[in-house]
Structure formats: C-alpha cells, structure tokens
C-alpha cells in the first residue's frame, strides 16, 4: 500500500503517476482516508511529513525507502530505479533529496493546487 499526503498537489500527481505504473489493485491512497494509521504504526505526524510504503507483512518504508519501493513493484526499468535510489552510494543523496522535495512541496505542486504551507 501507498500512502500519500492527499492534500498536496505534487503527491496526487505522483499517486496518479503509481496508479498508472504499479500492479492493477495496489492500494494506493491518500493518508487522510486511512480509517486507523495506528493499526499500520503510523501517526498523523508521520503522514504529514513523508509518503509511506506498507508491505503486506506491515514493514514499512519512510520517505525515499517508499518511493525507491513503489518503482520496484512497478517493474521493468522502474524496478532498476527503485534499486539504484536504495542503493548505497544513492540512498543517502536520495534522502537528502526527498526531504527537501518533502520540505518545498507546496512550492514545487503545479498551479499552485497544494493545501500544505
């Protein structure tokens, strides 16, 4: 499953991006519809902040781990991606980078679409 900040223009238009690339039927949705995140070990606080990758057995994958996990499953050259920003020379640039993405979000959304200051 991947949870994402549903009030944040970037993050819809990278959830719409997953839905169009991950397998038919993977749970992709906005944290604010997530009945319980305490049942899945997340807090509000945690959603707000990064995306998250929740695999079936309940691991979960912060940040650039959720990401690099997404393109894995996506497949084909993605799971190459995936592989590569979870390698690591990369992970460590590619932690930086999400938390500055992260960070300058409502920036960065096109038209101006994102609710998050």
């Given at each position: 499953?991947?949870?994402?900040?549903?009030?944040?223009?970037?993050?819809?238009?990278?959830?719409?991006?997953?839905?169009?690339?991950?397998?038919?039927?993977?749970?992709?949705?906005?944290?604010?519809?997530?009945?319980?995140?305490?049942?899945?070990?997340?807090?509000?606080?945690d959603v707000q902040t990064a995306a998250y990758w929740v695999d079936?057995?309940?691991?979960?994958?912060?940040?650039?781990?959720?990401?690099?996990?997404?393109?894995?499953?996506?497949?084909?050259?993605?799971?190459?991606a995936g592989a590569a920003i979870d390698s690591w020379p990369l992970?460590?640039?590619a932690r930086r980078l999400y938390v500055w993405v992260a960070d300058?979000?409502?920036?960065?959304?096109?038209?101006?679409?994102?609710?998050?200051?």
């Open positions: 499953m991947l949870i994402y900040d549903g009030d944040c223009g970037m993050c819809n238009q990278s959830a719409d991006w997953a839905r169009a690339h991950l397998p038919p039927g993977t749970p992709i949705v906005p944290w604010q519809d997530v009945p319980d995140l305490a049942a899945l070990g997340l807090t509000v606080d079936d057995d309940g691991t979960l994958h912060r940040g650039e781990a959720a990401i690099a996990e997404a393109l894995r499953r996506a497949g084909g050259a993605w799971r190459l992970r460590p640039v300058n979000r409502h920036r960065l959304s096109r038209g101006g679409s994102c609710a998050v200051q």
